[in-house]
């Protein structure tokens, strides 16, 4: 798999096709916390994910032994030469985190390089205008990083550290390079599990990207076998922070049979990653479409049928077989191709719905948030602000809630200061329109002074429309009257937050509605 053509900075104008019927459902079954026993076991009990979390054969638990499903997002910026995340040139990262958490994702995962530890780094591309961003002034990359982590654990998600490059220049294949030894790896590393220690927020570290040839598993030379390298790293960051989870990608190649980057994981079954501290290895696989590159499994007479099969080989049978959890850090596509849309309709059923198997399933985080990944495009398009709504809703059934806030600062996780009347506004915006059909969706932003539990939408159409799909809400309709009420996992939304939905109706051509916003 080609690295340089995903992080290629141009956006890319893909042609993006409606996915095949019946993949947007509606999120109320999705977002539900459906974890199996602790579910079952009763109302009163705790929302799933609080404090630092541990393994327990295929499923990730958290601190009260309730089972969690990652199901989360990708925002890089921080392994570029910009040494930050992408897209505050244009937006406030609260913002940007409000939305991701508005429209489902329960967890960030932020791609770094080694670059941001040296002294000389300093970040760039940041806008400070009008207001954006202004806490962010005058600070460096790990500072910066500090406040996202904060932020993101105020909203209830939690954040995973990953360890993309070791530089900024390029993708290594080994952890490892002449400018960057292993020493330099393992004490960054070990930087920032000091650093978060006593931050659940962070709850682990994906100690390098995509190990690929002539990266090896079990071959037993230490200079190439990358799962005795995830040993020797894992063991030093659990030695300053035990209460991390260790996120161990694949390789290229094992015993001869290849495949994406960091997704072959055939080899993790005979050799097990074995830390100091037990319950703290997920296993972690990437897998991609045609718009990344072309393999040999897209182009089978049996395809997609034959998908399932390839997954089970290369990573999903450590999770049938009970060996350990497997979270999918990165898998992505422009959508532009019949291929890729077969390819992630195919993936997001074998990851197994919320609605159905609750956190039973495998974990994952979507690349990426950011559109100018050259070869997927993103959740958002080109103005860092429109959500790809056909994209995003590739992804419902699998979406899991959000986890319990810090309840600290503001914009957070539920809280808010109370006595004061719920308040919000609702705007619709028409995403496209093809005359028999079209797209819509609606924002609704928090305007008053504390948080909101919960609200719903409520408009008449002027003409004959009728809703024939929506998603991240709910709705009714009855002639023309509709009402929209929130998903389980954006029903709650900090005071100046926003939250949003979308939805494809028929016919086209119609004036936009007047939108009256109810909270509470």
């Not at 541990?54 to 392994?79: C, K, M, Y």
């Not at 960057?180 to 682990?204: D, H, K």
């Not at 790293?233 to 001869?256: H, M």
């Not at 979270?327 to 993936?347: P, R």
């Amino acid at each position: 798999m080609f690295r340089s053509l995903r992080r290629a900075l141009g956006v890319v104008a893909a042609a993006l096709l409606l996915p095949l019927a019946g993949v947007h459902v509606a999120q109320a079954d999705v977002a539900r916390t459906a974890t199996g026993a602790a579910s079952a076991a009763g109302a009163t009990a705790a929302a799933p994910g609080a404090g630092y979390w541990h393994t327990s054969g295929r499923q990730i638990l958290d601190a009260a032994g309730q089972p969690v499903r990652i199901a989360g997002i990708n925002w890089f910026g921080f392994e570029t030469a910009n040494y930050v995340v992408h897209g505050l040139w244009s937006r406030d990262y609260k913002s940007m985190i409000d939305q991701m958490k508005s429209l489902g994702y329960n967890t960030i995962r932020l791609p770094y390089s080694d670059d941001i530890f040296k002294s000389g780094t300093v970040p760039n591309s940041i806008d400070f205008s009008n207001g954006k961003n202004t806490d962010l002034q005058g600070l460096n990359s790990l500072q910066i990083m500090d406040k996202l982590v904060a932020y993101a654990g105020q909203d209830g998600l939690k954040v995973i550290l990953d360890r993309h490059r070791p530089d900024a220049s390029a993708q290594s294949a080994l952890w490892y390079t002449a400018a960057v030894p292993e020493s330099t790896w393992i004490a960054n590393l070990c930087a920032l599990a000091t650093r978060y220690a006593g931050q659940s927020t962070v709850i682990g570290i994906d100690l390098h990207n995509e190990p690929h040839d002539p990266a090896c598993w079990g071959c037993g030379d230490v200079a190439t076998d990358w799962r005795l390298a995830a040993q020797r790293a894992g063991d030093a960051v659990l030695s300053v922070n035990p209460d991390l989870l260790i996120f161990v990608e694949g390789v290229q190649t094992y015993n001869g049979v290849s495949g994406w980057w960091g997704g072959n994981l055939m080899g993790a079954g005979q050799y097990p990653v074995q830390l100091s501290v037990p319950n703290r290895v997920v296993y972690s696989a990437h897998d991609y479409a045609t718009s990344v590159a072309q393999q040999p499994w897209f182009s089978d007479p049996s395809f997609p049928a034959n998908m399932p099969g390839v997954w089970d080989k290369y990573w999903g049978y450590l999770f049938q077989q009970n060996i350990a959890p497997v979270w999918v850090g990165e898998f992505g596509t422009t959508l532009a191709s019949t291929v890729d849309q077969k390819w992630l309709t195919a993936l997001v059923s074998y990851l197994r719905p919320t609605s159905t198997y609750g956190a039973d399933s495998f974990s994952w985080t979507f690349w990426s948030w950011n559109p100018n990944s050259g070869d997927t495009g993103g959740i958002l398009k080109d103005d860092w602000q429109t959500v790809d709504t056909v994209k995003d809703g590739y992804l419902a059934s699998i979406k899991a809630p959000a986890f319990p806030g810090t309840g600290t600062g503001g914009g957070g996780g539920g809280g808010g200061g109370g006595g004061s009347t719920a308040a919000c506004a609702a705007t619709y915006t028409t995403t496209s329109d093809w005359g028999s059909g079209f797209n819509a969706s609606v924002t609704v932003k928090n305007t008053g002074a504390s948080a909101l539990k919960s609200w719903q939408v409520k408009w008449t159409w002027p003409g004959s429309q009728q809703i024939t799909n929506m998603w991240n809400a709910t709705y009714t309709q009855s002639g023309t009257s509709v009402t929209a009420v929130n998903a389980d996992h954006n029903g709650a939304v900090a005071a100046g937050g926003s939250a949003s939905f979308g939805f494809g109706g028929a016919p086209g051509g119609g004036t936009a509605p007047t939108l009256s916003c109810t909270a509470t």
